[in-house]
């Protein structure tokens, strides 16, 4: 039964907001989302955890790449509800589907920041001296 929770999430939040790229950041919690009425992949993604969370499933959030037709691969998030009998079951709530082969999955955690594929920070003894040389040509 926790799958068909999973499966209601996703449609839900498919219906709640729009895709609508640049009206959320990566700042941009998911109740502002939901009032806004838009947003992208990962504001959808996060809807679908908060709502399965808050009936008591434990869910996460993916990040990765989504292959499109023409074999060219661009960033996206969805979302994994737990089912007891089956074990984790993804749902991508933009797309309004389970993952597929075109989903790769790089990351999963808590969050849009616990997965972010490049996280650094960089420690020097002292501040690098940088050079830039034009040549005409």
């Given at each position: 039964?926790?799958?068909?929770?999973?499966?209601?999430?996703?449609?839900?939040?498919?219906?709640?907001?729009?895709?609508?790229?640049?009206?959320?950041?990566?700042?941009?919690?998911?109740?502002?989302?939901?009032?806004?009425?838009?947003?992208?992949?990962?504001?959808?993604?996060?809807?679908?955890?908060?709502?399965?969370?808050?009936?008591?499933?434990p869910a996460r959030?993916?990040?990765?790449?989504?292959?499109?037709?023409?074999?060219?691969?661009?960033?996206?998030?969805?979302?994994?509800?737990?089912?007891?009998?089956?074990?984790?079951?993804?749902?991508?709530?933009?797309?309004?589907?389970?993952?597929?082969?075109?989903?790769?999955?790089?990351?999963?955690?808590?969050?849009?920041?616990?997965?972010?594929?490049i996280r650094s920070?960089?420690?020097?003894?002292?501040?690098?001296?940088?050079?830039?040389?034009?040549?005409?040509?």
């Amino acid at each position: 039964r926790q799958w068909m929770l999973a499966i209601l999430a996703g449609e839900w939040t498919s219906k709640a907001i729009k895709y609508q790229h640049g009206q959320t950041g990566v700042q941009t919690p998911a109740a502002m989302a939901l009032h806004l009425g838009g947003g992208v992949c990962q504001d959808y993604a996060h809807l679908v955890i908060g709502a399965l969370r808050h009936v008591g499933i434990p869910a996460r959030y993916v990040t990765g790449y989504l292959l499109g037709d023409d074999g060219a691969a661009s960033f996206h998030a969805w979302a994994e509800g737990w089912d007891d009998n089956l074990g984790w079951i993804g749902f991508d709530p933009l797309l309004n589907l389970c993952p597929i082969d075109s989903h790769i999955r790089l990351a999963s955690g808590l969050d849009a920041t616990s997965t972010m594929p490049i996280r650094s920070a960089p420690v020097w003894s002292a501040m690098p001296l940088e050079t830039v040389e034009i040549v005409a040509g």
